[in-house]
Nanobody, 126 residues
Framework: QVQLVESGGGLVQAGGSLRLSCAAS????????VGWFRQAPGKEREFVAR?????????YADSVKGRFTISRDNAKNTAVYLQMNSLKPEDTAVYYCSRPQAPFTPVQTSGINGYWGQGTQVTVSS
């Protein structure tokens, strides 16, 4: 059973930074792409960033490009991170990490992926 657990959310002022972590219990992230998504109140869940199984390819939503960085702990393959800088109030949302069911499969930006964490709240005050 794969369980994804996000952590690192919190309350931060606009312009500040947070680092989110996604840990996989029961399995590692070896051979799997991982993505971050977010859902703001009253809005649909949206893609934020994804990293390939090798860590060599990353992809960002236009709204976070240049401010957020996704990375993975390739030494142990047990965690994926989202470094969020220059945060804006519109970044306020619950952030989720997600992993496909099959290895060597890209994270679908549509959100149709196999496994999801429970989410971590990020609140950016103005």
């Amino acid at each position: 059973q794969v369980q994804l657990v996000e952590s690192g959310g919190g309350l931060v002022q606009a312009g500040g930074s947070l680092r989110l972590s996604c840990a996989a219990s029961g399995r590692t992230f070896t051979d799997y792409g991982v993505g971050w998504f977010r859902q703001a109140p009253g809005k649909e869940r949206e893609f934020v960033a994804r990293v390939s199984w090798s860590g060599g390819i990353t992809h960002y939503a236009d709204s976070v490009k240049g401010r957020f960085t996704i990375s993975r702990d390739n030494a142990k393959n047990t965690a994926v991170y989202l470094q969020m800088n220059s945060l804006k109030p519109e970044d306020t949302a619950v952030y989720y990490c997600s992993r496909p069911q099959a290895p060597f499969t890209p994270v679908q930006t549509s959100g149709i992926n196999g496994y999801w964490g429970q989410g971590t709240q990020v609140t950016v005050s103005s």
